[in-house]
């Protein structure tokens, strides 16, 4: 195998994360608006509905079936609390806290997935990934105080980020296992049915919502639905069967320099010098975190080719080494 053919699987999953990132920042902007006509829980369930209406029809087309019966524990963990809890509890910390609160709160989760993808994964922490983290961190830290309204932000509002940001560490350290047995497009469909299920009691509620709401306020609600969740948490299954999860959660430090940018396009929010320079930090900290060392970007890796989207790429055994219970990818 040559080196391009070797490389091509890790640019696929970079490739599949950048979606994900990209999609989960522009949620930010459309939980704003949905959020000032639907309540936390209807806004969930009908962005979880619109999710699982579009992987139904695309698990129907590729005719997936159900995930393996080892897959569920992990399916079921991941959909209560990133599908259903995180989503519940985000939608309504951003109604209690400003944007810039709420992305420094909720990036405490990278931290948190690092933290118990050592633990509970046996997946590895190299120096590069802490130092890329350490440097995402300290961006998030000067987004987060230069887009803070004047130090207004409630108890109630922080405390609440702060749980979604450990429903949402939870969520993917859960989902991992569960990606060594089952596709990624499986594990995102069921998994958001699951979620879906769990916000039900929530329905009358929308149901009464959606009929007062303004056209644009549930097109953004469907938009939550079909891309940053059914697409963008695809990609982000694609992308985790093929590395680690501290690796990906870092990635997601990119989220607030995104924010900045849309918000800076779309809402003509011009940033200010801090919030520029901790956007630059929190996309340089990623490019630490996810950059190997040099003695390995000149090694081919070998892979066992294992099934569909989903499929956990594996590193070829040596020097004695061993791949993580969890199917774990590059560990770097």
Not at 2 to 29: D, I, K, M, Q
Not at 84 to 105: C, H, P
Not at 239 to 258: D, I
Request: with cysteine; charged share 10%; net charge positive.
């Amino acid at each position: 195998m040559n080196a391009s053919s070797a490389r091509r699987p890790e640019l696929l999953a970079a490739g599949a994360a950048t979606v994900t990132v990209v999609l989960w920042a522009s949620a930010f902007v459309s939980i704003r608006s949905a959020g000032a006509e639907y309540a936390p829980g209807a806004l969930a369930l009908g962005r979880l509905l619109a999710g699982a209406l579009v992987l139904g029809v695309i698990c129907l087309v590729r005719r997936e079936g159900w995930p393996p019966r080892p897959a569920w524990r992990g399916i079921a963990l991941s959909g209560l609390l990133w599908f259903g809890f995180y989503m519940v509890v985000l939608n309504w910390g951003e109604q209690e806290v400003d944007a810039g609160t709420a992305a420094l709160v909720v990036n405490v989760g990278p931290i948190l997935v690092a933290l118990l993808g050592a633990r509970l994964l046996g997946d590895t922490m190299p120096p590069r990934l802490v130092a890329g983290m350490a440097v995402s961190f300290a961006g998030a830290v000067a987004v987060g105080l230069s887009m803070s309204g004047g130090g207004g932000s409630s108890l109630l509002g922080v405390v609440l980020c702060l749980l979604a940001a450990v429903g949402y560490a939870g969520g993917v350290v859960a989902q991992k296992p569960a990606l060594a047995h089952a596709s990624a497009l499986q594990v995102t469909t069921f998994g958001c049915l699951v979620g879906a299920v769990a916000c039900l009691p929530f329905a009358p509620q929308l149901v009464r919502e959606a009929a007062g709401a303004p056209m644009s306020a549930t097109l953004n609600m469907l938009y939550l639905g079909v891309f940053p969740t059914a697409l963008a948490f695809t990609t982000w299954a694609y992308a985790l069967a093929r590395t680690t999860a501290g690796r990906m959660g870092a990635t997601t430090y990119a989220v607030p320099a995104l924010v900045v940018l849309m918000s800076w396009l779309a809402l003509g929010e011009v940033p200010g010098g801090l919030t520029l320079a901790g956007g630059a930090l929190c996309l340089l900290g990623v490019a630490v975190s996810r950059s190997r060392p040099a003695s390995d970007r000149g090694r081919g890796r070998g892979t066992v080719r294992v099934r569909g989207l989903g499929a956990a790429r594996r590193p070829a055994a040596r020097d004695g080494g061993r791949a993580s219970s969890a199917g774990a990818g590059t560990t770097d």
